[in-house]
């Protein structure tokens, strides 16, 4: 009994610190040990973007924008009370699968979706990673209604120029996301994966013919993209 109170006591005091743990766990070094290596020149490469779009460093807010057909990464933010600003885009080296969302382990697909980053990789085998949080609560009750179990998972923005289900960005703008990702804070971020840019004259037939929720997730994403202003 006196095992299972201490045990229990350990668990509870580890709670806040759960990130760090995981952090070690996956390879020694921490988000701020790489903030410390690669903040300030990531910093310094991002401050002539900011100021373009008259944007405080680091903003309130941060919104990730990643187009399949486009194969474009785009980067928008807010300061306190402002409105979205595009701050600049980047192409995506490396990402498996078509036009369509991600519906099971294994199929390759990057998910389509409106997602959040919930915890930083300083150790990922792919440089740096920024994790997102699929399958979220709209992936998992699909999943539930159509029998789908295993969703997979582990889907990252990551370094390299090699993916599959993730977005791959080259390892120098991994440091950059990684960098801003950490001082924006998590909170403070949100992730659209679209197929297209439904903000423009995209070719939608190239959307595949998918059952009715698709259509719906469609204009959910068109709804949130609507709302930044084009890059």
Known sequence: MHVLLILLALILLAIPFRGQIRELAR???TVASRLNEYGPAARKRWA???HRAGIEYPPEKL?????????ELQVYAASRKGRMRFIRAYPVLGASGELGPKLRQGDRQVPEGLYRIDWLNP???YHLALHVNYPNAFDRKMGRQEGRKQLGGDIMIHG???SIGCLA???EVAEDLFVLAADTGLDGIRV???PLDFRTDAPRSALPDEPAWVKQLYTEIAAELKQLPPP
């Open 27 to 29: 390879g020694g070094k």
């Open 48 to 50: 002539p973007f900011f």
């Open 63 to 71: 919104v990730l924008v990643g187009l399949k057909l486009e194969e």
């Open 123 to 125: 150790n990922s085998a």
């Open 160 to 162: 390299s120029n090699g």
């Open 169 to 171: 960005m080259g390892d």
């Open 192 to 194: 659209i994966l679209s």
